[in-house]
């Protein structure tokens, strides 16, 4: 099993989610994040101050996938949420040793 960690724009988390579940995804988690990459944040203009924004509004997107569709669903991702500028995000796929669905007793892949 992968883990899979993205960071994408906020807009473009509805499109995003449903591509995944076109491509067979049953469940993610999502969180509100801020942070900051090579733009290292921008300037803003508010009622006729500038002012700098360090950390730049993200959705962390976490999901728990067969190993075998790793790469499907980080492509997935990828062609989704790119726009071709600056802040579009990254994408991180690790090892998940165990799974366990506590409703259950699952384990592993019949967890996911």
Excluded: C
Excluded at 41 to 53: F, L, M, N, Q, S
């Amino acid at each position: 099993m992968k883990l899979i960690i993205a960071t994408i724009k906020p807009f473009k988390l509805e499109e995003v989610r449903e591509a995944l579940t076109e491509a067979g995804v049953r469940g993610m988690m999502v969180t509100e994040i801020k942070g900051f990459g090579s733009q290292s944040g921008h300037t803003e203009i508010y009622r006729g101050a500038e002012y700098a924004v360090n950390f730049v509004p993200k959705i962390k997107l976490e999901i728990v996938v067969p190993a075998t569709m790793a790469d499907q669903i980080v492509e997935t991702i990828t062609n989704t949420a790119k726009t071709g500028k600056i802040g579009d995000g990254k994408i991180f796929v690790l090892d998940v040793e165990q799974a366990l669905r506590v409703r259950t007793g699952e384990t592993n892949e019949e967890a996911l």
